[in-house]
């Protein structure tokens, strides 16, 4: 029995630590890698009060059950938050994004899955020649934009209307392309900017991977028109950039309220993030909004049916 009681106290130290450099995020990389995992810590400290409060050791199992309650915090406010959205009457469509992994070659999953529910609007990231290619063949989409490359920093975008116009963009200045553009929907314009930017896993990604989403908020915020952003954007809704993006940009993540749904290694709960998002101009009314099956890439897609207010006049 003291062998256990050494393993929860090393357990409960363990939780300790990972929750104040998570605390510290604010002050940037490397604490911001540990703000990303609160809804594993929250689970840990659960289960582990439980086991201390079974083992009588009441102050310990008390200190792990706030640990845990207040990394799951973030995730109850969002749940329980009252919807202020407009009402909206106006033309509905439905956006994907999906990260098809560079490595991934089941076209299928994804095709298939796209051919049963529908999109409007596809921004894809990691598109491979292959991946192009078997797009091009069978996707039945008449309007796209592919930037293949060997790495996993291609991208794409597919839709039912005209794309007027599309191009590519260099946010961080680093040779990674992200792409906007316009359509229009019942006579309504609508902006849509793709991302995927750095992974950062060290100081010098991290930044370029900030100042990609500084600039795309910049370019969100310019303009009266509606605006659909997303991709995989490598960081969570607990990290601080995510709400400097949000704050920045005045746009809405259309999974808010939504509950806990990963999107990278949702299989394996240990390292399960959500780093995929979609988000939205506050005017755009959020009718549903889910995370979707594998689709053999290591990250799932997300997706969501929008309502564009009336036009005025």
């Known amino acids: 029995m003291q062998a256990l009681h050494r393993i929860l106290t090393a357990l409960l130290a363990l939780l300790l630590l990972g929750s104040a450099l998570a605390l510290a995020a604010p002050l940037g990389w490397p604490f911001e890698l540990f703000s990303h995992f609160r809804a594993q810590y929250a689970a840990a400290g ?4 439980v086991l201390l409060a079974w083992r009588r050791r009441s102050a310990p199992a ?9 990394h799951a915090a973030p995730g109850i406010r969002s749940a329980v938050a009252a919807s202020d959205a407009p009402a909206c009457d106006g033309p509905a469509f439905t956006v994907v994004t999906a990260n098809l992994q560079y490595s991934n070659l089941d076209h299928e999953a994804l095709l298939g899955w796209l051919a049963t529910r529908p999109a409007d609007l596809v921004l894809l990231q990691e598109v491979t020649e292959e991946w192009a290619e078997a797009i091009e063949a069978r996707s039945g989409y008449a309007h796209r934009l592919l930037s293949p490359r060997a790495d996993p920093y291609g991208i794409g975008v597919l839709s039912r209307w005209p794309l007027e116009p ?3 963009l260099d946010l961080a200045n680093d040779g990674l392309p992200s792409i906007a553009g316009t359509v229009s929907v019942d006579g309504q314009r609508i902006r849509f900017l793709g991302l995927h930017t750095r992974w950062p896993v060290v100081a010098e990604l991290a930044e370029l991977r900030d100042l990609a989403l500084v600039r795309a908020a910049a370019i ?5 028109d509606p605006v659909v952003l997303g991709g995989d954007l490598n960081l969570t809704p607990y990290a601080p950039a995510y709400g400097r993006l949000l704050a920045e940009s005045g746009l809405v993540d259309v999974m808010q309220g939504r509950g ?4 990278w290694n949702a299989g394996f709960w240990p390292l399960a993030l ?3 998002h979609l988000l939205v101009s506050p005017g755009i009314c959020v009718e549903h909004a889910e995370v979707g099956p594998t689709i053999g890439s290591d990250h799932r897609p997300v997706i969501a049916r929008l309502r564009l207010p009336k036009p005025s006049g």
């Open 46 to 49: 659960v289960v582990l009060a």
């Open 260 to 263: 806990w749904q990963p999107t």
């Open 274 to 276: 959500r780093i995929d």
């Open 220 to 224: 969100a915020r310019a303009g009266a």
């Open 62 to 70: 008390v200190l792990a059950l706030a640990i845990g309650l207040w």
């Open 166 to 168: 599309v191009g590519l």
